[in-house]
């Protein structure tokens, strides 16, 4: 199905999730999915998820099909939340918030706590280093937090907080993604 994407896991496994046609708009390919929910195994069940530029939603939808207590989906193009809420609506998802709204911004908010960050912003706007430095000087991770970024390729880890180590890492075609933790 063109304009769609596969969740790969847990009880949604197989739905087909359409998608809107935006600019940017590009939804984490199903092998690096696996492969970041293989890295993350049990640790998704039960955790608090924030999907800081959820865009399709799939990094988020994926951790609610796996057993996610809760998982906070922050996008600020209007047409994207439609889709986003639609979705959560026909899957039941009552795990999923749907927050409207940049992302930036939402994190000077009121702190919750999360176990799990996905962190997919669009590439040329260079937003990774403010979100992870927000994360992390305003105590917005659990402690052992993991935190997953998506960059392009030639970024390296210039993103990287001081406090944070990298778990994994790979490549993609031109996008580099990496696994990283809070604390240990």
Known sequence: ?????RLIGGRWRGRRLAIPVLPGLRPTPD????????WLGPRVEGARC???????GALGFE?????????????????????LRSHASALLADAVEVVNGEALSWLGGRLRPFD????DPPFERGLVGEACRLLSARAWLAPGARIYVET?????DMW???AWSVLRRRRA???RYYLASSDD
């Open 63 to 83: 951790a609610a099909s796996r057993g996610a207590a809760q998982v906070v989906m922050v996008e600020q193009t209007s047409r994207a939340v439609a889709h």
């Open 1 to 5: 199905m063109p304009g769609s994407l």
């Open 50 to 56: 924030l999907d800081l530029f959820a865009g399709t």
């Open 31 to 38: 092998r690096v999915r696996e492969t970041l929910f293989n």
């Open 152 to 156: 392009e390729l030639d970024t390296g």
């Open 116 to 119: 799990i960050v996905f962190l």
């Open 160 to 162: 990287l907080p001081q």
């Open 173 to 175: 075609g031109q996008v």
